[in-house]
């Protein structure tokens, strides 16, 4: 009898030299034999089984098994099936496997207590009160933080301590990558919101990230949201992935069952996203870079470009364009909308592409319209004010999805994600035909800048 052929291979991203390569998934509530669960976390732990070679390290931000349940009997239960079965396939001694506490699993102090016996392997190096629950990995040059965003002794989901992160970021403020992991993103997905339940709690979030930014913490990666979603506030990302096996409500338009592999080394972080059938859907290497803002091509107000002539092409080809928009904004604006930069493509269509202010508070506001007919989804970044000098640049990375409408205020400053609610980003968009700065197409929506010195500079990165 003849073997089946062996699975073909997946070409893993490692680094040059020195580094780390590793996998990140989450979100699989499975444990429990012969539900549908079982079944899509079977395929997507059959594709992280056919990397070459087998990552480092397997990072799991939680939601391993259905639990939620007050049976501790039925929980342990849970937890064995999915160790001895499901992921019996996984040479544990070779790849480490690292958990995070989440609300599937720790839901209540027994589910806690269940988490740090079931999960003994885990360090015992965090809070006294939390141990097995909050630690740290220090792997070489990399260190990773294991955050609990449940605490049940300080309220539970959503809630989560930031002294004891704070120190642990200042001990081993030495290492060359910091990741922080939790199960609750601290920024909205999608346009699903609410605190707490959806997110890190609002009482805890703004300290939260304060602490990231401040040890130069380059990821914070999530899970929770059933999605893949990457942004960036204040220069860290925010990674999420919950797409291990939760099918059932996840919007199949715009959403897949993946995992996330990475590699980090010279100060690149690189990441591919793996569908179910080993097919990489996304990519990013962080940071980018734009040329010195001498060597931008400055755009006169009131002309008509060709969209070539903006730095941007039909396609996207995976490559940045980017804006420096200077001025000074109207001191009695009323709310109307402001233009920087228009596109259009020659017809009687609304505007695909419209970069300006809105509103009283003369916020930077980004406009994508990839469908004829349909309403713009809108991206939001800073309110700029009244009577006030700006000088910002805002860049489009096509494989960041809905948070690559980015912002910063100079050459060395920190990216940020313009809010939204939409889960999809230019990525969508066929870069019109004509841009107009300052104003929009004759006779369709003007929309003039009422402010005064407006300049606009363009590069492609």
Known sequence: MSKSPLPSRIAALLPKESGHHFVFYGDACSGVPGLPHETTFAATNAVISRLHPQPQFIVFPGDEIRGLTADEQELRAQWSYWFDNEMAWLDREKTQLYHSTSNHTTYDEMSERVF?????????????????????????DLLIVFVHTG????????????????????????ACFKLVVGHHPVYPVNGYSGEYQREIGVEHA???WDILVEHNVLAYLCSHILAFDVQVHRGVLQLLSAGAGTAHRMPEEVEYLHCVQAKLDDGEFRYQVLDQSGAIRERLSWPFSLP????????????????????VHGDHE???VAWRARGRTCHDHAGAHQTFLSAHNDDKSL????????GSSQQVTVMISPTPGRSPHYWFGPKLGKGQNFD?????HPDMGPGGVLWRKQDDGAWSS????????????KWPDSWYVSSGQAGIGDRPFTGSALQITSCRG
């Open 418 to 429: 313009f809010q939204s609610a939409t889960p999809w980003g230019a990525e969508r968009l």
């Open 318 to 320: 995976n490559s940045v």
């Open 351 to 358: 505007a695909p592409f419209w970069l300006g202010l809105t």
């Open 206 to 208: 703004a300290r939260f």
């Open 151 to 174: 605490w049940s002794a300080i309220g539970g989901e959503g809630h989560v301590e930031t002294d004891w992160l704070q120190e642990t970021l200042s001990t081993h403020s030495d």
């Open 116 to 140: 740090t016996e079931v999960l003994g392997h885990l360090p015992r190096n965090g809070p006294a009160d939390q141990q097995g629950l909050s630690y740290f990995v220090r792997r070489d």
């Open 292 to 311: 010195p803002q001498d060597d931008w091509t400055a755009l006169i107000n009131g002309k008509r470009y060709q969209s070539q002539e903006v730095g």
């Open 392 to 396: 910002l640049q805002i860049a489009i």
